[in-house]
């Protein structure tokens, strides 16, 4: 059973910036393919961007609404993966949750972190 424990939402004003971190445990975190999915107030949850296990190259994703603004990345001695957001906009606004799987389908989740964006 993974354990996900999300970091670093909060409140900031839209063409900021913030960092949100996710630690993981229960398993081997290498193995892990690890994903940042959002889901916004009347909205269906949407993938921003996963990155794939140590193994397959860390190959990384975005979805085309924040391409060249977020950074996924993964720091394997930390059991920890970051999303790092940038020029953050009102749209950008939802609770950010933080996916694991070590294959299929992303089923282990965290609690979540509330991102606002104010205009």
């Known amino acids: 059973q993974v354990q996900l424990v999300e970091s670093g939402g909060g409140l900031v004003q839209a063409g900021g910036s913030l960092r949100l971190s996710c630690v993981a445990s229960g398993t081997i975190f290498t193995l892990l393919r690890m994903a940042w999915y959002r889901q916004a107030p009347g909205k269906q949850r949407e993938l921003v961007a996963d990155?794939?296990?140590?193994?397959?190259?860390?190959?990384?994703n975005y979805a085309d609404s924040v391409k060249g603004r977020f950074t996924i990345s993964r720091d394997n001695r930390k059991n920890t993966v970051y999303l790092q957001m940038n020029s953050l906009e009102p749209e950008d606004t939802a609770v950010y949750y933080c996916?694991?799987?070590?294959?299929?389908?992303?089923?282990?989740w965290g609690q979540g972190t509330q991102v606002t964006v104010s205009s």
């Open positions: 996916g694991a799987a070590l294959r299929g389908p992303f089923t282990s």
């Open positions: 990155i794939s296990s140590s193994g397959n190259g860390n190959y990384v």
